[in-house]
Each structure stands twice: as structure tokens, then as C-alpha cells.
């Protein structure tokens, strides 16, 4: 069983690269062939929207670091997404990865109502999915802060079902502030994602 683990955090060893590690390490224990991928280190270009994927689908024209990243991620078998919050959503690095899934998708007219289209995506659909969410601000957040958290999830819950994964999990940290060891200091939050992560393993 192979499983990637992306880290969409800029910064380097810090909570989001830690959680997607354990995440990973637990999933190893358990016999997975295991990979983390640092898009800080990948030269990745956001998608043009050109449509060329809508002809050959599964296929991104775009030539970068994300051309393989995206094929591996159609043959193996769970994937670890971890971002840092950025502007109460994910990072930059993040966005630009999940625009990219544009190329999975595609369009058929509703078989039972003609005129309206359904999403359809080229993903394998037994892949499963672990997003690993850190963030500055506590849990509960602020009533008025605590609405743009639960559109965040909201949001998330849409890559898997625009990509037609079936199995998908959200992993919180919470109160990070700006410290990059806070995770690493946390050892029931490490052990929630080793367990997460082995929890892949099927
Ligand atoms: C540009 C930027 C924007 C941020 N925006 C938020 C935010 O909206 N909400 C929040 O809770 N934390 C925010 N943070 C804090 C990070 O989410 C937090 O430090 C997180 O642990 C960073 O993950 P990392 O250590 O993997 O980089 C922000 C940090 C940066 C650098």
C-alpha cells in the first residue's frame, strides 16, 4: 500500500510537516510504503484554466514539478493533505495543488434531465484521504472567527467530493499561535495523527 504525504506549509520542520510526518510514520508501522512531499521545494505553477485537461482528461498540460506529483497520486493508495491556516483558509502552496485537481474532473449531461451536467472525476474512488488542518487560533475561536472555521471545513469536504473519494478525515490542531514547535511539543495531538495515519492502512 503506498501513501503520499503533502505538506502545504512554507515553513520548514514546523507543525503541519511534524503532524504529516507522524501521520505517515503511523501508516508506515503498519506496513505502507510511505513518501512526504514538501511543495515548498516543488516548482509549481497555479492552473491557467486553459481547459486543455476537459479533452484529455486526467491530464494537466502544464510541465512542472506537479506533472508526476499528480499521476502518483492516481496510483497509490491514501493521501495526507496538510496545510497551515493562511487567512482563514489554507496556504497559497495548498490552493495551488487542489486547483491543479481540476484536471480529474469532468462533465456529463444528466441522463434524467437533460440541459444540467454532472461532475464526474477520472480519481481512483478507493483512495482515501487525511487532511491535517493546523492553525494559529484556538478552538472554540471567537463567535465571528468561529463562522470563517466552519467554511473552511466546508470547503475541504469538497475536495473529496468533487475528486469522487469516498473515505476522507479532517485532523485539527488548534492554538499553534506562530510557534513551528508547537506540535512537536504536543504528544496526544502526535499520537492522533500516528493513529490517524495507521488508520490508511487497510
Ligand atoms: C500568512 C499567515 C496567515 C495566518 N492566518 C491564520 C488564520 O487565519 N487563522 C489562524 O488560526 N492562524 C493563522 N496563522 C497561523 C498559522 O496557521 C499557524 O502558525 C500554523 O501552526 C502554521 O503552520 P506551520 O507551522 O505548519 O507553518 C497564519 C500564519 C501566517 C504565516
Request: glycine share 8%; with cysteine; charged share 20%.
Given at each position: 500500500?503506498?501513501?503520499?504525504?503533502?505538506?502545504?506549509?512554507?515553513?520548514?520542520?514546523?507543525?503541519?510537516?511534524?503532524?504529516?510526518?507522524?501521520?505517515?510514520?503511523?501508516?508506515?508501522?503498519?506496513?505502507?510504503?510511505?513518501?512526504?512531499?514538501?511543495?515548498?521545494?516543488?516548482?509549481?505553477?497555479?492552473?491557467?484554466?486553459?481547459?486543455?485537461?476537459?479533452?484529455?482528461?486526467?491530464?494537466?498540460?502544464?510541465?512542472?514539478?506537479?506533472?508526476?506529483?499528480?499521476?502518483?497520486?492516481?496510483?497509490?493508495?491514501?493521501?495526507?493533505?496538510?496545510?497551515?491556516v493562511h487567512w482563514y483558509h489554507v496556504?497559497?502552496?495548498?490552493?495551488?495543488?487542489?486547483?491543479?485537481?481540476?484536471?480529474?474532473?469532468?462533465?456529463?449531461?444528466?441522463?434524467?434531465?437533460?440541459?444540467?451536467?454532472?461532475?464526474?472525476?477520472?480519481?481512483?474512488?478507493?483512495?482515501?484521504?487525511?487532511?491535517?488542518i493546523?492553525r494559529g487560533d484556538?478552538e472554540p475561536a471567537a463567535p465571528h472567527y468561529s463562522q470563517l472555521y466552519d467554511h473552511l471545513n466546508e470547503w475541504?469536504?469538497?475536495?473529496?467530493?468533487?475528486?469522487?473519494?469516498?473515505?476522507?478525515?479532517?485532523?485539527?490542531?488548534?492554538?499553534?499561535?506562530?510557534?513551528?514547535?508547537?506540535?512537536?511539543?504536543?504528544?496526544?495531538?502526535?499520537?492522533?495523527?500516528?493513529?490517524?495515519?495507521?488508520?490508511?492502512?487497510?
Amino acid at each position: 500500500m503506498k501513501i503520499i504525504g503533502i505538506n502545504a506549509s512554507p515553513r520548514k520542520n514546523a507543525n503541519t510537516q511534524t503532524l504529516v510526518e507522524s501521520a505517515l510514520n503511523g501508516a508506515a508501522e503498519k506496513g505502507a510504503e510511505i513518501r512526504l512531499v514538501n511543495l515548498r521545494e516543488l516548482n509549481i505553477n497555479g492552473c491557467t484554466g486553459c481547459g486543455r485537461c476537459k479533452k484529455d482528461i486526467g491530464k494537466c498540460v502544464q510541465k512542472d514539478d506537479l506533472t508526476t506529483l499528480l499521476q502518483d497520486m492516481t496510483t497509490c493508495n491514501a493521501i495526507v493533505m496538510g496545510t497551515p491556516v493562511h487567512w482563514y483558509h489554507v496556504s497559497a502552496q495548498f490552493k495551488m495543488l487542489v486547483d491543479r485537481f481540476y484536471c480529474f474532473s469532468y462533465y456529463v449531461e444528466n441522463p434524467e434531465k437533460r440541459g444540467e451536467y454532472i461532475m464526474k472525476s477520472v480519481f481512483p474512488p478507493g483512495n482515501s484521504l487525511l487532511f491535517i488542518i493546523s492553525r494559529g487560533d484556538p478552538e472554540p475561536a471567537a463567535p465571528h472567527y468561529s463562522q470563517l472555521y466552519d467554511h473552511l471545513n466546508e470547503w475541504l469536504a469538497i475536495i473529496p467530493h468533487e475528486l469522487g473519494v469516498g473515505k476522507y478525515k479532517i485532523l485539527h490542531q488548534h492554538g499553534a499561535g506562530l510557534d513551528r514547535q508547537s506540535a512537536k511539543n504536543d504528544a496526544a495531538l502526535l499520537e492522533k495523527a500516528k493513529s490517524a495515519g495507521a488508520g490508511l492502512v487497510i
